[in-house]
């Protein structure tokens, strides 16, 4: 079990960073029913990737259940790299795009006529039209499942996956029952932070993470 968390552990690390959608959840907070809405938008972000898990988990199983342990390796990591491939390009996106604005008034007009289940639907959306998070789902299930595990083990494993990738956001959400009388002004500082700074941060996980990707991916193949 502790071998699979080599290869989890950079996707984790990239998924912590999602600047555009810890941007729209903080704008959600801060409408009316603000917190009803963040956890919904959490929760179709972590129902989705669960669903994901189920599904290309079984497909793995079925298809690469049998395969020599050096080709399951290789499969983990050719994903990798490619998610490491993924993960570069958006960071550098990023910082190409670090000047240009982002209408807050908008947003926030449209973060306040969402209800809580069309906050769940737009975490849903959400999940499923990021090509960089389909990359590191796919990465995360194609690593545990490489050494054949206990299907229980490979659940628990998986949720764990989820759970510290969100962890970002699942903290916004409990902003508001952790800090009630402070959480506007945490809200705010922090939507600031993000759209000025955020690139800067995008830019070193960039380099950090992803070339521990690209390492760990090379020695699954024999590169290394």
Do not use: C
């Not at 039209?129 to 499942?145: H, K």
């Not at 903290?171 to 759209?195: C, Q, S």
């Amino acid at each position: 079990m502790a071998a699979a968390w080599a290869p989890l552990t950079p996707l984790i690390l990239a998924g912590l960073i999602l600047p555009t959608y810890l941007i729209g959840e903080i704008l959600l907070l801060q409408s009316e029913r603000g917190h009803h809405k963040a956890i919904a938008f959490v929760g179709g972000f972590a129902a989705t990737k669960f669903l994901q898990g189920v599904v290309f988990g079984l497909l793995f199983v079925g298809v690469a259940w049998d395969l020599p342990k050096d080709t399951r390796s290789t499969i983990t990591g050719t994903m990798l790299l490619i998610a490491a491939a993924v993960f570069y390009a958006f960071a550098v996106r990023s910082y190409l795009r670090r000047n240009q604005t982002v209408g807050d008034s908008r947003l926030m007009s449209a973060m306040s006529g969402l209800t809580p289940w069309r906050a769940f639907g737009l975490g849903v959306v959400a999940d499923l039209t990021s090509l960089r998070l389909w990359v590191f789902t796919l990465g995360a299930v194609t690593a545990i499942q490489e050494d054949r595990l206990p299907l229980w083990d490979a659940a628990l494993i998986f949720i764990a996956f989820i759970l510290l990738s969100l962890s970002p956001m699942i903290v916004l959400a409990l902003i508001p029952y952790l800090a009630p009388d402070h959480a506007d002004r945490m809200l705010g500082t922090i939507r600031t932070w993000l759209l000025h700074k955020a690139y800067w941060v995008m830019l070193v996980f960039g380099v950090l993470v992803g070339t521990a990707m690209v390492w760990v991916g090379l020695h699954k193949i024999g590169a290394l």
